[in-house]
């Protein structure tokens, strides 16, 4: 079974937000998308990592399991197994004297059930948040220029009203986020 959501995406090519950010940013854009995968275990070789599920259409999906899912061995033939993907994208403008610094922050964060003979299940999220600055803004083409920390783009602005918000100099902080959450049920 698998299942789409998305939201609407005012400027295009953007990432994920954190839970705060500081009093000078304001949220202009964002976006998500959810995806979720469940099926029975028909095949799982702990040796290489992979595992195949029957989805309940009959199609069958192999899929590698990442080093971080340490519990391998307990997932046996028969079980059913749930994976939902979770992606978002949250685009900030930053207005004041320190607007605009240059860089790249990976965060990767690993939860797992820990519970005493609970079943194999848990979290891991990857974030990206990326910090530029606005180089130029054209408004009678809908499009703004942004430097990164490692490119310059030119990005098309859905919606206009957020030129009026931009000017040179301003930072841009994207942040994405994808989460993946897995479950076992024997």
């Not at 995968?37 to 990592?49: F, K, M, N, Q």
């Not at 391998?72 to 033939?77: A, H, P, R, S, T």
Request: charged content about 25%.
């Amino acid at each position: 079974m698998q299942k789409s959501l998305s939201l609407a995406l005012a400027l295009v090519g953007a990432s994920l937000a954190p839970l705060s950010f500081a009093d000078t940013t304001t949220p202009v854009a964002g976006a998500a998308t959810l995806n979720e995968l469940s099926g029975e275990v028909v095949a799982i070789d702990p040796a290489t990592r992979l595992m195949t599920l029957k989805t309940a259409d009959g199609t069958f999906e192999v899929m590698r399991l990442p080093e971080e899912v340490k519990r391998i061995d307990q997932i046996k033939l028969g079980n059913t197994v749930t994976i939902t993907e979770t992606e978002a994208v949250l685009v900030d403008i930053e207005k004041g004297k320190d607007a605009g610094s240059m860089g790249a922050v990976p965060e990767k964060t690993v939860e797992r059930d820990t519970t005493a003979g609970g079943k194999p299940a848990g979290t891991m999220t990857d974030k990206l948040t990326l910090y530029g600055k606005v180089e130029a803004v054209d408004k009678a083409d809908s499009k703004v220029t942004v430097r990164g920390p490692n490119r310059t783009v030119t990005l098309k602005v859905r919606d206009r009203a957020i030129l009026d918000e931009l000017a040179p100099g301003d930072g841009v902080i994207v942040t994405y986020v994808r989460t993946i959450t897995g479950k076992v049920e024997f």
